[in-house]
Each structure stands twice: as C-alpha cells, then as structure tokens.
C-alpha cells in the first residue's frame, strides 16, 4: 500500500485530502507544517509527497527544495497544490523539482488519478 504525505496548513483541506486518499487505498501521515515533515523525512520516506505552497514557516517551495536535494528525495514525486494558478508559479514551482502542479480549487479525483499514476509508474 503506497503511502502519501500531505503538508497542508488548512485544517479542513487537510482532513478531507487524508480521508478522500485513505479511501483510494493510501496509507496516509499528514502535516500541518514542513518542518515536522522534514524532520519525519530523516527516519522515514513516503512514496509521494502533496504539499501546499503557501504555509507558515517553511513554504511549501523551500520544502520541495530540501527535500529534493536529499539523495532519497530526488526519486519521490513531490506535488504542489496552491492557490497560485498563474502559469509563471507552475514554472518556478516545477524549475524547483516540483513534478505535479495543482491550483486551488482542484478535483479531488483527478489529483489522485495523477498520484495514483505516478506511484504506480
């Protein structure tokens, strides 16, 4: 069973990602800030990571960054979901290593469709 990390600091986003992936046959850990999730990454690595952009603290941009220059997290496919939709973010998020990039307000079953793709690769 893969296992999705979400990193997401709205609550209610957050809950229904976990419960709409828990449901598709992910083991699912969920953040509400990078940090904790990148001190997690240093004992434990998940199968893909969905994480926010915009975030207190650490950023969902800085996030990709440190989490791509470890050796195990260059391999991980790391998605973005924000409310940035212009298409200069989605370029600057992807020049980072960000592999998917997704604006706010998404479908659900799209953006699982695309994990579920992705890990199953």
């Given at each position: 069973m893969p296992e999705v990390w979400i990193v997401d600091d709205e609550k209610d986003l957050l809950e229904l990602l976990a419960y709409n992936f828990e449901r598709a046959g992910f083991r699912?850990?969920?953040f509400v800030k990078a940090e904790p999730a990148l001190e997690t990454f240093a004992y434990s690595q998940p199968d893909i990571i969905l994480s926010d952009w915009m975030m207190p603290g650490m950023d969902?941009?800085?996030?990709?960054?440190r989490i791509k220059q470890q050796q195990l997290g260059s391999r991980i496919p790391f998605f973005m979901v924000t409310c940035k939709s212009e298409r200069e973010s989605a370029n600057e998020a992807m020049s980072?290593?960000?592999?998917?990039?997704f604006s706010k307000p998404f479908k659900i079953q799209e953006l699982i469709a695309r994990v579920n793709a992705r890990v199953c690769a």
């Open positions: 699912v850990k969920t969902g941009m800085e996030f990709c960054k980072l290593g960000v592999d998917e990039f």
